[in-house]
């Protein structure tokens, strides 16, 4: 039987649902991705979500846009459900369990994925690499010329350093406001 990539298991994945302890949310999906990041043998947990809303709070007069959970308690897996994967999430600290009977957690339906609001992340496709030239097609810095410092593909910047007033300045742009020359 031959070993199949990361990429054909997350295919198989389905997303569960897990209770957690209200207001540890976001504790939970930090501690459960440096869980997994941490024992390389972790190959079944793909994605964890907290799902949130942006919404327009009006206090004093000034609107600001806030975010709040849609689910306060609940942390979504995308994980392929076997004994080590079952075990590490249910004993991350601020789990108190799958949603489920017993202890056999039950997949989301992928009507109830969507209906959750939950994207499937798609990595960005950029054909940049450190130290490529590239023109800014938008924003305050557009039509400058400069040279691509970093990448950050999961928060979808660039870092470039452009020639403003005869010296180089470092300014980070999203992807779609850089071109390659």
Not at 17 to 37: F, I, P, Q, R
Not at 73 to 98: A, C, H, P, Q
Not at 111 to 132: C, H, M, N, Y
């Amino acid at each position: 039987m031959t070993e199949k990539s990361r990429e054909e298991r997350a295919k198989e994945a389905k997303w569960y649902v897990v209770h957690t302890y209200s207001g540890h949310e976001n504790k939970v999906k930090a501690n459960l991705e440096k869980l997994v990041e941490n024992r390389g043998n972790i190959d079944d947990i793909f994605e964890v979500a907290v799902p949130t809303e942006e919404y327009v709070d009006n206090k004093g007069g000034k609107k600001k846009v806030k975010e709040r959970k849609l689910f306060p308690g609940y942390v979504l897996v995308k994980m392929i459900v076997n004994d080590e994967s079952w075990y590490l999430v249910r004993n991350t600290r601020g789990v108190t369990g799958f949603v489920g009977p017993a202890s056999k957690p039950i997949p989301l339906t992928d009507s109830e994925v969507r209906a959750l609001g939950v994207q499937e992340t798609q990595l960005p496709s950029i054909d940049l690499k450190v130290k490529d030239a590239v023109k800014v097609t938008q924003g305050p810095f557009e039509n400058f010329m400069g040279t691509v410092d970093s990448i950050n593909m999961e928060k979808k910047k660039v870092k470039v350093y452009v020639s403003m007033f005869g010296r180089e300045t470092l300014v980070e742009l999203d992807f779609d406001q850089v071109e390659k020359l």
